[in-house]
């Protein structure tokens, strides 16, 4: 008679239990890898056809301001507020700037990492105050699925 591991059958179904959720761990991995940076670039898309506008309706308002001679106005003030911080916004991936570069000596952590939350929010903001300013009606962004361009 041979001899039979009595031990290794006991632990068989932890085994293959063990097994299994290394392998679906590994494939979850993967896979929630690539959707993160699917929904990661088409939330990034909506952002930045959201910015563009702003951008572009702020570049309007202060070439109309400059040929009308209206520099010193509340108008102006905005638009160049709202410029400034349009060019704060980041426009590359900080994780991925991150692990490929580490800041400069003397750079503080608060210049490398953005609240982009909150600037998007000042943002908004500043482009509603600019549109009450020159009496236009703010444009609402409300992205849909099934926009197509």
């Known amino acids: 008679m041979t001899d039979f591991d009595l031990e290794a059958l006991v632990h068989l179904e932890e085994t293959f239990y063990d097994d299994g959720y ?7 991995r993967i896979h929630g890898l690539i959707e993160g940076r699917a929904l990661g670039r088409e939330k990034g898309y909506e952002m930045w056809e959201e ?7 702020a570049m309007l308002w202060q070439s109309i301001l ?13 638009t160049k507020q709202l410029l400034n911080l349009i060019s704060r916004f980041p426009r590359v ?20 990492i953005t609240d982009i939350p909150k600037l998007f929010r000042q943002i908004r903001s500043k482009y509603k105050a600019l549109c009450a300013t ?5 444009k609402e962004f409300d992205p849909s699925p099934n926009q197509s361009y």
């Open 66 to 78: 400059l040929r009308e001679g209206k520099q010193e106005g509340r108008a102006f003030q905005h």
């Open 93 to 112: 991936n900080p994780s991925s700037v991150e692990s490929s570069s580490s800041p400069a000596a003397g750079e503080d952590d608060a210049e490398v």
């Open 51 to 57: 910015i563009g506008f702003y951008e572009g309706f």
């Open 134 to 138: 020159v009496n236009v009606r703010p």
């Open 22 to 28: 290394q392998d679906g761990f590994a494939h979850g």
